[in-house]
C-alpha cells in the first residue's frame, strides 16, 4: 500500500525576512455609519475566539489577553462548556476588589470564575437583526447600553441549539470609523456604591 505513495520534495531553505501567512483582515477597511452592521463585526466563522479556563487566575487571564492582543476572552469550563466572559476592564477595574472585600484573600488568588460576567447575564444581538443593521445602529446600542463588547448569537431554526456567532468591540468600530465612541457610563451597582461610601475619609 506504502507503494502508492511518494515523498515530496524539500525546498533547500527560509529565506530571510519570511513571515507567516496570515488571513486576510476585512474589518480593516475604513466605513461610515450608514455601512452594513456586519463590516464591524468580528465574525467567528473567519476569526478564532480567544478563552480562558475559569478555574484561571486573572493574572493569567491578563497575560492572555496582552499575548492574544485582545480585551474580551470567553470563560470555558471542562474544556468546551461556555459558562461567561471576562474582558480588561473586569480584571484592572474594580471587580476583583470587591470580590476580595467580599471573601477575603488577596489579588494573586482571585479566579476568572470568581468575577467573570456569568453566561445568564450576557445580553446578545441576534445575527438576523444585525443583517438588517447598520453601522450606525451599532454604534447607538454601544452607547446607549454602555457597552464595549456585545456578542452576536446564531439559533438554529430546528432544534434549540445556540452559537455565539460573532461579536463587536468599539475599539474595533472607532479604528474603521476613524472617530472616538464614548459609551454612557452604566449605573453603579450596590457593591460598588458601598465600596465608594467605605472608600471616604
Request: glycine content about 8%; hydrophobic content about 40%.
Amino acid at each position: 500500500m506504502r507503494g502508492l505513495y511518494k515523498a515530496l520534495p524539500f525546498n533547500t531553505h527560509l529565506n530571510y525576512g519570511a513571515s507567516l501567512y496570515r488571513p486576510a483582515h476585512t474589518l480593516s477597511r475604513s466605513v461610515v455609519d450608514e455601512d452594513p452592521a456586519s463590516l464591524v463585526m468580528t465574525d467567528f466563522n473567519v476569526t478564532q475566539p480567544f478563552s480562558v479556563a475559569a478555574g484561571a487566575t486573572i493574572r493569567e487571564a491578563n497575560d492572555k489577553m496582552i499575548a492574544c492582543g485582545v480585551r474580551l476572552l470567553f470563560v470555558l469550563q471542562d474544556g468546551h462548556k461556555l459558562v461567561g466572559l471576562i474582558t480588561a476592564t473586569d480584571i484592572l477595574g474594580e471587580r476583583p476588589l470587591l470580590y476580595i472585600s467580599e471573601h477575603g484573600g488577596t489579588r494573586e488568588g482571585v479566579l476568572v470564575g470568581d468575577i467573570m460576567t456569568v453566561r445568564e447575564k450576557i445580553q446578545t444581538l441576534t445575527i438576523e437583526d444585525v443583517n438588517h443593521a447598520s453601522v450606525g445602529d451599532i454604534v447607538e446600542t454601544m452607547k446607549q447600553f454602555g457597552r464595549q463588547h456585545i456578542l452576536v448569537i446564531e439559533q438554529y431554526a430546528d432544534d434549540a441549539r445556540m452559537t455565539v456567532r460573532g461579536m463587536f468591540s468599539t475599539t474595533q468600530i472607532a479604528r474603521q470609523l476613524g472617530e472616538t465612541i464614548e459609551a454612557l457610563p452604566r449605573a453603579a451597582t450596590f457593591a460598588e456604591i458601598e465600596l465608594a461610601i467605605t472608600a471616604t475619609p
